[in-house]
């Protein structure tokens, strides 16, 4: 029975791979950024904060609507070292018969601090691991454009040598953001 489940949803799986496409035809390329509303918890604390942010996005098509979407994020603190984060997102956009073009992505991402949003705050002895999932929809503008609404969940652990134990994020986000298309 586990096998024929198993071979059931990679059958439907596989069948969603002949519906997509990508949302601007002939266009192999995407760059976008957002902004973002975020809200995010500690672990251990009972209340969430919020965050305002700008994340950017350079996507290839590299068959349909199958789509890597690579973020860099880069920040700066007085004081403090350079921060990163870079994230590898595997996009999949969906065919459909008007503007709308809905979109799941997940991924993962390495960096020198803690992701909070997209600012990170951190050091160089700082090592952080984030997994991205989400979805979302672009409303395509004329032949080169859209705009992308999406939410994402993302899950963030950083460890340094100077903690007793690793810092765990799990950050809600949603986006409103442009995307233009080459």
Same mark, same amino acid.
């Given at each position: 029975m586990k096998k024929l489940c =198993?071979?059931?949803?990679?059958?439907?799986?596989?069948?969603?791979?002949?519906? =997509? %496409? $990508?949302? @601007?035809?002939?266009?192999?390329?995407?760059?976008?950024?957002?902004? %973002?509303?975020?809200s995010f918890k500690f672990t251990d604390d009972t209340e969430s904060d919020t965050l305002l942010s700008l994340?950017?996005?350079?996507?290839?098509?590299?068959?349909?609507g199958l789509e890597i979407e690579p973020e860099l994020m880069i920040m700066k603190f007085k004081g403090e070292d350079t921060s990163y984060s870079? %994230?590898?997102?595997?996009?999949?956009?969906f065919k459909t018969s008007g503007k709308l =073009?809905?979109?799941?992505?997940?991924?993962a991402g390495i960096g020198n601090g803690f992701a909070v949003?997209?600012?990170?705050?951190?050091?160089? *002895?700082?090592?952080?691991?984030?997994?991205?999932?989400?979805?979302?929809?672009?409303? =395509?503008?004329?032949?080169?454009?859209? @705009?992308?609404?999406?939410?994402?969940? $993302?899950? *963030?652990?950083?460890d340094s040598d100077d903690w007793l134990e690793p810092e765990v994020i799990n950050l809600h986000q949603f986006l409103i953001g442009v995307s233009l298309f080459f």
């Open positions: =198993v071979f059931l949803t990679a059958l439907l799986f596989l069948g969603t791979t002949f519906a =997509v %496409s $990508q949302p @601007v035809a002939g266009k192999k390329f995407e760059l976008g950024t957002s902004f %973002s509303f975020s994340p950017l996005r350079f996507g290839y098509f590299v068959w349909k870079l %994230s590898g997102n595997l996009s999949y956009n =073009v809905p979109f799941i992505l997940a991924g949003g997209p600012l990170m705050e951190g050091a160089s *002895d700082i090592n952080a691991f984030l997994i991205n999932a989400g979805a979302g929809v672009k409303y =395509v503008i004329g032949t080169s454009g859209a @705009v992308r609404i999406e939410y994402r969940y $993302q899950h *963030d652990r950083a």
